[in-house]
């Protein structure tokens, strides 16, 4: 059951699709506050949710904050990243209760933080909250994402391996990267264009020096099977004569500062103005540019930088240069030398800048504070809504960094700038099921670790954790070890784990859809499955993968397998040097299993099964059809294996869902 309470006069943020009536504040099991709400957990209080976010599964003992920002240096004490996802989870002995706050500017969650049995949720004055009762952790998901609407399904082949970096250069570095796998035996489907793809960093344009042949190799790849995903930068280049800049200035399509001009901020290419996405009108007209990069065969997208992300507002570049006078032959002591450290850098992402400017939204002029957390979400809809127009039958591939509950209905996301750290490989784990909850399901994060240097063995067990999830792609920061997988010396081991993804795709895909059909979790903790296993609620690092598998991955450097907790009985299938091999039973309990780099791991439950195709190069290459049906116990259930063309938006699970039994 959903009811919704009103405080003061929320923004709009289109995140829930029918609001239904208002309730009286009587009926409230929250205690309001000043500038929020306050509830007393019992001691065996799991808290779910939060989506993007630091930390555990159970987010209890921290404070979070949704306040989407750019920060590729994120940590355990991190507390905002690039999402804002308001959902939470209560999840007791005999009590499951889901909240979800309303609001597109900053909320604190404070979860235990300052006294452990206080949840504290700082939202200001304006916000609607949802709560929503349920018998299971599960139903309450359920119903929070029938409020939220079907989650964003992309075409197919974006099921498949995609390999990115920043930058490939050239077409012919384009070429090199596709070469590299096709000759090692490893298969891939995607080709990502990170900024360089770009004349001068200017969105919608290509670089006529470098990608002269831009057509025709989007053309020859498509034979090969490869699609290439050019980036979109939310800042529009200052640029006279610059088509995009010209139209946006003249139609008066940027975001204002406080004197009515254009708000100038800098970004990859120097001096930008960021389109009002909150604006209607902007909104259809930045979504129409898209059509360009169509027009060319293009046919998939990342929306990136739109927290938006600021490395200098021109205003303050030009406070901070004069301030910066004042230290000039000063000895620089403790005090000094950390002020004059901070001015620096203080100039991006400054809250001071994202008081300064303002949107045109629903015909009303707000600072852009106050609707910070919808930009992101606006940006990737004017993409998507454009999409419908001009592509309506067809699914194109589109993901964000920054988002909004309510994108998810548009796009997927990807979990922004992690760091080639064994903690951000368990970090991308935790990360799955929260984002489920919050109705993100084609998501991942940047296998092998964007910042810093990636190491083979990280890259392999992180893709061993990988190609479990819906969005599989291996990206990594400029000025770091290039980490495709075939540039490293065990690419038998890469193959190996490639080739499980890819006989794996009919399961993996059959629960995406299931899951986006029927509003359920993809990913879901073990706490989900065996809600009374008290020692299952604990896990945080083992997940189940639609309902039929376990996943248990390795994310220590140097260990050659792990501890696992069964919850019930078990069998191991273990994808070994191109082959698959039965392994042992387990039965309730901990056991130590053993799992070599290289090998990827999967436990199927009791009584259930898991169909496997025999592979490809690349997706449609994979023979959805001819299944070979893996097996645990005598007694197993029947699967409910959906299969659509992955192309067209004809979904349905009537007409797509065949069962499948074992012999
Ligand atoms: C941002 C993105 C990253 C990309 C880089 C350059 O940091 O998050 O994925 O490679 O910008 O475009």
Redesign the pocket.
């Known amino acids: 059951m959903v009811k919704r309470f009103r405080f003061g006069a929320p923004i709009e943020t289109e995140a829930v699709l029918e609001k239904g009536a208002q309730q009286d504040k009587q009926q409230l099991s929250l205690v309001q506050t000043a500038d929020g709400l306050e509830y007393e957990m019992p001691d065996d209080m799991i808290v779910y949710g939060l989506g993007e976010n630091t930390r555990g599964i159970n987010k209890r003992g921290w404070i979070y904050v949704s306040n989407c920002t750019?920060n590729?240096h994120h940590n355990e004490g991190t507390r905002s990243l690039y999402g804002a996802h308001n959902f939470l989870l209560l999840s007791g002995e005999g009590q499951q209760l889901g909240l979800f706050i309303d609001t597109p500017a900053k909320v604190t969650f404070d979860i235990g933080y300052s006294r452990y049995n206080l949840l504290r949720i700082t939202a200001g004055q304006d916000y609607d909250l949802y709560v929503i009762e349920g018998s299971t952790p599960a139903q309450v998901v359920q119903e929070f994402r029938q409020l939220i609407g079907r989650s964003y399904i992309p075409p197919k082949w974006a099921f498949g391996y995609g390999q990115?970096?920043?930058?490939y250069l050239s077409s012919d570095e384009v070429r090199e990267v596709v070469r590299g796998h096709r000759e090692k035996g490893l298969p891939l489907d995607s080709v990502y264009l990170?900024?360089d793809y770009m004349e001068r960093y200017k969105d919608f344009t290509v670089d006529r020096e470098q990608f002269a042949d831009f057509e025709q190799l989007v053309s020859e790849m498509k034979q090969e099977h490869i699609h290439l995903v050019p980036?979109i930068?939310a800042g529009v280049k200052v640029e006279e004569g610059y088509d995009v800049y010209e139209e946006g200035e003249k139609e008066g399509y940027f975001c204002k500062d406080e004197e009515g001009n254009d708000f100038i901020v800098g970004v990859?290419p120097g001096r930008c103005c960021f389109p009002d996405m909150l604006n209607d009108k902007a909104r259809a007209w930045f979504g129409n540019k898209y059509k360009v990069l169509l027009d060319k065969g293009i046919d998939g997208f990342?929306n990136?930088?739109n927290e938006p992300?600021v490395f200098y507002s021109e205003k303050r570049l030009k406070k901070v240069f004069e301030k910066l006078q004042d230290y000039q032959g000063q000895n620089l002591d403790v005090n000094t030398f950390f002020e004059f450290q901070a001015l620096a850098a203080g100039v991006s992402n400054n809250e001071e800048d994202y008081r300064s400017f303002y949107h045109n939204y629903r015909g009303e002029k707000i600072r852009h504070d106050k609707v910070h957390n919808l930009f992101g979400y606006y940006m990737t809809r004017s993409a998507s809504e454009a999409f419908e127009r001009l592509e309506p039958e067809k699914r194109i591939l589109m993901y964000s960094?920054s988002s909004y509950i309510g994108m998810h209905r548009y796009a997927g996301i990807?979990q922004?700038?992690n760091l080639s750290w064994w903690s951000h490989l368990l970090m991308n784990l935790k990360m799955m099921p929260s984002l489920n909850m919050c109705g993100f399901l084609y998501t991942g994060a940047?296998i092998g670790g964007?910042g810093g240097d990636a190491t083979e063995d990280l890259v392999i067990r992180w893709l061993s954790f990988g190609v479990f999830t819906p969005l599989l792609r291996n990206?990594a920061?400029?000025g770091t070890r290039q980490q495709e997988a075939y540039r490293f010396p065990r690419t038998n081991l890469f193959q190996n784990v490639l080739t499980a993804r890819y006989c794996m795709l009919p399961y993996l895909y059959s629960e995406f859809m299931k899951a986006a059909l029927r509003s359920t979790m993809m990913f879901s903790p073990l706490g989900f499955v065996y809600p009374s296993d008290q020692t299952a609620r604990q896990v945080e690092d083992q997940l189940f993968v639609g309902e039929n598998i376990m996943i248990a991955p390795v994310y220590e450097q140097n260990a050659s397998g792990r501890t696992v907790y069964f919850p019930e009985t078990m069998k191991l299938l273990r994808f070994h040097d191109g082959g698959v091999l039965e392994g042992s039973v387990y039965e309730k309990g901990w056991a130590y299993v053993e799992m070599p780099l290289g090998d990827v791991c999967v436990f199927i439950r009791d009584g259930y099964l898991l169909p496997l195709a025999k592979g490809g190069s690349h997706v449609a290459e994979v023979d959805f059809e001819d299944l070979r049906l893996y097996t645990c116990g005598s007694d197993v259930k029947s699967y409910e294996y959906y299969m659509d063309d992955g192309e067209t938006k004809d979904y349905s699970l009537d007409k797509y869902i065949r069962i499948l039994k074992a012999e």
């Open positions: 750019d590729p990115s970096r920043w930058s990170d900024i980036i930068d990859w990342w990136d930088m992300a960094r990807w922004g700038d940047d964007f990206h920061a400029r």
